[in-house]
């Protein structure tokens, strides 16, 4: 998502009296790359660009490709070939081992299939939804660029025949919680599809407004994560201690279940290093929808929470509420400074959403990207694959 936000909003810096532009999103991906399909980059016609397609290599190229997809006003998919290291069809060898298909889109904002417009939309999910992209099309009605998008409520957004023919394969993406791509036989031709998982972006959560919360809402702004900061202590929150947190809210610790939202893509942290605190908040929480529950400190002063919670709360921790619960927090990177801590707290986050263990990548006996073992083909990391909230139509 804070690819998407980044591009929204140097796309809303463009003076389109001066300047034209394009989208170029990466829509398959077979064998290796370093980006996913649904990675994307808005590129100018001054060769400056925004986002990214791969790791450096294909943004050169891709600039020139833009350029005529500008001047003709079509979309149009390119495909790279980098499995083989002696071809120089880019001046380089790049030995990504990979074939990688984007698709190019001319961007007009006064156009009602300006695809910046979707971009905002998927900003404002609050669940999952799912977007069909197309990016092959042997008809003439059918153009390359159309698209369809199931919404976080379950609605579908198009304007054209494609409803009917994409709104149960989209339905399945959200359900199975996995990107796919699509060939349909239609009476005007064959056309090709990618549809991918759209999903909120992570909710960080923290239940402390002390100096060692301040690197974590730096960290997870980085990554565009929603950052807020919770304590019943209205001096704890000041404004300059923490610039970077989308919201500081004060709450005493009896009202956390009235006054503060969580939902199953909140990460929360308990870091306030006030024992009956964390004991208060932990009660009115472990029965939320949050996926991800850190506790700072060590393993004792766990197991004292969770000693509060069975004899003052009688509250049993089951196998699946223990599952979320990571105490001591963190991956163990030999953390010790608020920063390293801090790392060590997000990146432990990160493999959570993302369903990875956390350890060295050179041990990984799989690719390094999740891949449809039947065809090769890479697909953007699924994030909480146990935890997708069900609709109500469900």
Not at 8 to 15: G, L, S, T
Not at 39 to 49: H, I, S, T, V, Y
Not at 225 to 242: G, S, Y
Not at 250 to 278: G, W
């Amino acid at each position: 998502m804070k690819e998407f936000k980044t591009i929204i909003e140097a796309y809303h810096k463009v003076d389109f009296s001066e300047r034209k532009a394009a989208l170029a999103t990466v829509v398959q991906v077979k064998g290796s790359s370093y980006r996913s399909p649904g990675a994307r980059m808005l590129m100018l016609d001054n060769g400056r660009w925004v986002g990214s397609i791969s790791g450096g290599c294909l943004e050169g190229d891709a600039l020139r490709k833009a350029r005529q997809v500008i001047m003709s006003g079509e979309s149009r998919t390119v495909t790279y070939d980098t499995t083989n290291d002696d071809d120089n069809q880019l001046g380089i060898g790049l030995g990504c081992n990979g074939i990688i298909d984007i698709l190019i889109e001319p961007i007009s904002p006064d156009s009602s299939n300006n695809p910046i417009s979707q971009l905002e939309a998927f900003l404002k999910y609050e669940n999952t939804g799912a977007h069909a992209i197309v990016f092959e099309s042997e008809s003439d009605q059918i153009l390359v660029g159309s698209k369809v998008a199931l919404d976080d409520k379950g609605e579908i957004q198009c304007a054209t025949t494609l409803k009917d023919l994409f709104t149960s394969d989209l339905n399945q993406v959200v359900q199975n919680q996995k990107p796919i791509i699509k060939e349909y036989a239609t009476s005007q031709g064959r056309i090709k599809v990618f549809m991918e998982l759209i999903q909120p972006r992570i909710d960080l959560l923290i239940f402390g407004g002390g100096f060692d919360a301040k690197p974590v809402t730096e960290l997870a702004h980085v990554l565009g994560w929603n950052v807020r900061v919770t304590d019943e202590c209205v001096a704890h929150l000041v404004p300059i201690n923490f610039p970077l947190a989308n919201e500081l809210q004060s709450c005493k610790r009896e009202f956390v279940n009235q006054e503060i939202k969580i939902t199953p893509f909140t990460a929360v942290v308990l870091m306030s290093h006030n024992l009956k605190y964390d004991e208060e908040v932990m009660q009115q929480i472990i029965g939320s929808d949050a996926p991800y529950i850190g506790i700072l400190g060590p393993k004792k002063r766990a197991d004292k929470i969770f000693k509060t919670l069975k004899e003052k709360y009688q509250i049993e921790i089951s196998t699946e509420q223990m599952d979320k619960i990571h105490a001591p927090i963190g991956l163990d990177i030999g953390a010790e400074t608020p920063d390293e801590i801090a790392v060590s707290i997000i990146s432990e986050i990160q493999a959570k959403f993302s369903n990875r263990s956390g350890g060295f990548i050179k041990y990984r006996t799989g690719p390094i990207h999740q891949r449809d073992g039947k065809e090769d083909q890479v697909f953007r990391q699924v994030y909480l694959k146990n935890f997708f909230p069900k609709r109500k139509a469900d």
